[in-house]
């Protein structure tokens, strides 16, 4: 699979009026489904103060609503850079089939958008986080999941 360079273009093209337009970050994504655009999203968050915002997952969160579904299988997400861990998780839940991307993550680094960090912390056991991380009411959260197993109607995603 190589990927359409026209929805790159389009990602990077999303990314670079983000800038210029002085909306937020260099980061554009165009979600694709049978060879059409779906979606698409750029980086938000100093526009909307949400640091979840970034252009991934507003293209995901576009493109879930405009196809009613929790799933973007048949899909693939053309991205401006190479995808932060969050972004990354979240192509993972939605399904995405493929991930195109642009400038790597070294070049994400080079402009001052540095993720190294977060995969370390990812590797690191829990009590040797750098934000101080505790299991708490283990026990009673459980019965939570215990709901969930009893629910009928559950939607499994």
Not at 23 to 33: D, L, N, S
Request: glycine fraction near 8%.
């Amino acid at each position: 699979m190589q990927g359409n360079p026209i929805f790159m273009e389009k990602a990077i093209a999303l990314a670079t009026e983000n800038v210029t337009s002085g909306h937020g970050g260099p980061f554009g994504a165009v979600i694709v489904r049978n060879g059409e655009i779906v979606a698409t999203g750029v980086n938000q968050v100093t526009a909307t103060n949400d640091p979840t915002a970034h252009g991934e997952i507003v293209a995901i969160r576009n493109a879930c609503s405009a196809l009613e579904s929790f799933q973007l299988t048949g899909c693939e997400i053309y991205t401006s850079c190479e995808p932060c861990p969050m972004c990354l998780a979240a192509i993972y839940w939605a399904r995405c089939d493929a991930i195109f991307f642009g400038s790597c993550a070294a070049d994400a680094a080079a402009a001052g958008f540095d993720d190294a960090f977060l995969y370390e912390e990812l590797k690191r056991p829990i009590d040797q986080r750098t934000i101080p991380t505790h299991n708490l009411l283990r026990e009673k959260a459980l019965s939570s999941f215990d709901a969930w197993r009893a629910q009928a109607g559950r939607i499994d995603y």
